[in-house]
């Protein structure tokens, strides 16, 4: 007996004079290319016969080994509970599968076969609540019976019997009905469950009705490709109220159709408030017409995967969400393109995006943020948040005439990097090409610390009396090379960067991408000065060989001093202008 917490049972064997040898009573197991096999030779109609059973509510999944007995291969006592076979072997000289209920426990018993194959009969004590359902597998007998609606029994030559599924169904949430077929348009289940009992296993799903999947509890999708039913524009899954979605060697493909004056509400999955979408390894969205997802006051997390080449009218190419949590782990989101801003993700009100170790790539918007755009106040006083600890952004682009051609941030929006790698990105007026700051109705902040590697430019909102964007240094700060900044305005005097208290500040760590300007120190802050250009020429006035930009009131540093040479002269130093004594 097994206590209610999941347990992985593999490569385990027993050869047992009774059984159960094992019963899950409450608890919830997995057993793969294990060996069970009873050989009682008495009371073998009995439970104590039984390979695996389950009881009080327990959940059995049967991922692949040898499971047999002379009596029930598996079992579903009367208290109820679930086994659910995926592969292996399953046989039983009185019964391969039983599921009994007793009324009074007001429990449900349940059995299903989707794959494997099953030697020996089916059978149920005839409760309403004991069931048995068959959507796949290779049978010995005809279970004609237990094979829901729309699928179908094929006799082979060798007498045994398979369960042929659809390589298309047609699912509608809207007007679909699960006792139809399933095999076109007009014969549409209504149910993701229903369609995915009917289709084959890599089969396609095409949607021609929003699917709502409502307080669904759990919900895990593999090995399938969703598509548009020809003519259905708009989107495709809709999340609500108690609903997590986990997909795994999935493929949402849109087939690059032109959705028209639908597309900023055609997402593939959109995730409304308090849902949970699950990206996973071996999923694609992939040629969209518009964003893949879209979310609201929802968490996404992206673990692997593929979102790529979706087009979108609405901002965020691949992703919006507005109030969201993402949390992006793994996998890629590239080649996708808005005509708004942030071609891969837009961040909106009090989101909050977290970057640990994906490759957001090549990625384009008209606008701003040719991978990511924040902005935080859309509904009132918010604060979106985009927080990078490792991956990298590349080869993205922003729009002619705007910014941010990797990260464009407004409206009280806050970065926080870490780690990771930003390089490669274009804004073709280079204006922000790794990152762009901006002020409108909120402060805009940029908190930088560890060893990222930030390549290009940081473009900063300041005006000619203050600057109004900052930077703060958080914590120990290694940059992989100087971070470059760019003013409007370069206010004389306005702070730049700040370093928290205990950090030493170092002008070095960041250079002024206009060689006029340049840093000095004032406490904890880093403020823009205008430089003195000193230049180098011949005494007649007419070649320069340098110019030295020098804070005011220091000395000129003697490795920037120009040395050059002339055929038959010796360099002896240099003069200030309309003075004869040499400058030292």
Not at 36 to 50: G, I, L, P, R, W
Not at 76 to 94: K, L, Q, R
Not at 256 to 281: M, R
Request: hydrophobic content about 35%.
């Amino acid at each position: 007996i097994i206590p209610p917490s999941p347990v992985s049972f593999t490569g385990v064997t027993v050869t047992a004079g009774s059984g159960p040898v094992i019963e899950l009573s409450g608890g919830d197991a997995v057993f793969e290319d294990c060996t069970f096999d009873v050989t009682a030779t008495t009371n073998n109609s009995h439970f104590q016969t039984t390979a695996v059973a389950v009881s009080y509510n327990g959940i059995a999944t049967i991922k692949g080994g040898s499971y047999s007995s002379t009596g029930y291969g598996i079992y579903v006592y009367s208290s109820g509970g679930m086994i659910i076979v995926e592969d292996g072997d399953i046989s039983g000289d009185v019964k391969a599968a039983e599921a009994d209920v007793d009324p009074n426990y007001g429990a449900t018993s349940t059995i299903k076969i989707q794959g494997g194959n099953v030697k020996g009969t089916l059978g149920t004590n005839n409760q309403p609540n004991a069931t048995i359902e068959v959507t796949g597998g290779k049978f010995d007998t005809d279970v004609s019976t237990y094979v829901p609606s729309g699928l179908t029994i094929q006799k082979n030559d060798d007498g045994s019997f398979s369960v042929i599924r659809l390589d298309a169904v047609y699912l509608d949430g809207v007007n679909g009905d699960d006792s139809q077929s399933g095999a076109d348009k007009d014969n549409a289940v209504k149910s993701l469950e229903k369609a995915m009992q009917l289709v084959s296993e890599n089969g396609t799903i095409y949607v021609s009705g929003t699917v709502n999947m409502s307080n669904m509890g759990d919900v895990s999708l593999s090995d399938v490709t969703i598509k548009r039913a020809e003519g259905f524009t708009k989107k495709m899954f809709l999340l609500a109220g108690n609903t997590t979605l986990t997909l795994s060697n999935v493929i949402f493909d849109g087939d690059s159709i032109e959705l028209g004056d639908d597309s900023k509400d055609a997402p593939f999955i959109f995730a409304g408030q308090g849902t949970t979408l699950n990206i996973g390894e071996g999923t694609q969205l992939i040629n969209n017409g518009a964003n893949a997802v879209q979310g609201n006051t929802c968490t996404i997390n992206m673990t692997g995967g593929i979102i790529k080449n979706n087009n979108a009218s609405l901002a965020g190419g691949a992703m919006i969400v507005w109030n969201g949590t993402v949390n992006l782990t793994g996998g890629i989101i590239e080649d996708n393109f808005t005509e708004e801003w942030g071609g891969a993700i837009c961040a909106l009100d009090n989101s909050v995006v977290t970057m640990d170790g994906i490759d957001i790539r090549n990625n384009s918007a008209v606008y701003r943020g040719g991978a990511v755009y924040l902005e935080g106040n859309v509904s009132g006083v918010n604060t979106a948040k985009f927080i990078m600890k490792s991956g990298s952004i590349t080869g993205n682009s922003a729009g002619e005439g705007f910014d941010g051609g990797g990260i464009s941030a407004w409206s009280g929006a806050e970065i926080e990097i870490s780690g990771g790698t930003i390089e490669n990105n274009l804004q073709v007026d280079n204006i922000g090409t790794a990152i762009a700051l901006h002020v409108y109705n909120g402060d805009t902040v940029l908190k930088l610390s560890g060893a990222p590697s930030i390549s290009g430019n940081i473009a900063l909102d300041d005006n000619e009396d203050e600057n109004r964007t900052v930077i703060q240094v958080t914590d120990d700060f290694h940059p992989a090379n100087p971070i470059k900044v760019l003013g409007n305005y370069y206010p004389d005097g306005g702070t730049v960067v700040t370093y928290a208290a205990g950090l030493v500040p170092e002008a070095g760590q960041f250079v002024s991408m206009d060689e006029s300007y340049g840093f000095i120190q004032d406490g904890q802050n880093l403020k823009w000065v205008a430089l003195i250009g000193v230049p180098f020429k011949n005494e007649d006035n007419n070649v320069t060989y340098a110019r030295v930009w020098v804070v005011p009131n220091t000395t000129i540093d003697s490795t920037q001093v120009p040395n050059p040479t002339k055929t038959g002269y010796t360099l002896l130093g240099w003069r200030p202008w309309s003075k004869q004594e040499m400058w030292d």
